[in-house]
T-cell receptor
């Protein structure tokens, strides 16, 4: 379904710590999920993806976990850096035309 | 990699006028494009799916007569906000299915900031 127009929650972390950003998705038929990073005034930037037949995928400094039982995704960022400060969205692919529906988003603030 | 160009990056228009936003796939053919709207501090909301050579499919609650979408070629989709009002002020973002041109198969434009005064 559509993402709800809620104001973004903020996760504040210290530089060097690990960050975990969570996302609940809506459609149990979604077969593909993507995490995006968005900086102010820019379009979404791809971070990592995962298909519904997997429960974990690792990239460079990032890991995505998928729990289909509770329709939950998480993004783990290791050794968070100031350049990681941005808004993070999960997106699910579902429905006709394989459209992407975005979750509510989380603002990550990294403090030195 | 796949590139989508969105133009203009920002525009200011007067209430009651119409404004057109273009979304071009530069190095691939995009039979399907998507238009999103994003209000400040909120998520991207899908407005419509644009298919080359056919009518757009609008999401529930989106006025198709106000947000006109045309996808007349394999590389260009346009969104026209008609009779714009201040509440239409938002960040509009397009996306194109690139079918292997990018890691995810979806490439996003850099967005258009619309301000209606």
């Amino acid at each position: 379904g559509e993402s709800v127009g809620l104001h973004l929650p903020t996760l504040s972390v210290q530089e060097g710590d690990n960050s975990i950003i969570n996302c609940a998705y809506s459609n149990s038929a979604s077969d593909y999920f993507i995490w995006y990073k968005q900086e102010s005034g820019k379009g979404p930037q791809f971070i990592i993806d995962i298909r519904s037949n997997m429960d974990k995928r690792q990239g460079q400094r990032v890991t995505v976990l998928l729990n289909k039982t509770v329709k939950h995704l998480s993004l783990q960022i290791a050794a968070t850096q100031p350049g990681d400060s941005a808004v993070y969205f999960c997106a699910e692919r579902a429905g006709g035309y394989n459209k992407l529906i975005f979750g509510a988003g989380t603002r990550l603030a990294v403090h030195p | 990699g796949a590139v989508v160009s969105q133009h203009p990056s920002w525009v200011i228009c007067k209430s009651g006028t119409s404004v057109k936003i273009e979304c071009r796939s530069l190095d691939f053919q995009a039979t399907t494009m998507f238009w999103y709207r994003q209000f400040p501090k909120q998520s991207l909301m899908l407005m419509a799916t644009s298919n080359e050579g056919s009518k757009a499919t609008y999401e529930q609650g989106v006025e198709k007569d106000k947000f006109l979408i045309n996808h007349a070629s394999l590389t260009l989709s346009t969104l026209t906000v008609t009779s714009a009002h201040p509440e239409d002020s938002s960040f509009y973002i397009c996306s194109a299915r690139d079918f292997g041109g990018s890691e995810s198969g979806y490439t996003f434009g850099s967005g258009t900031r619309l301000t209606v005064v």
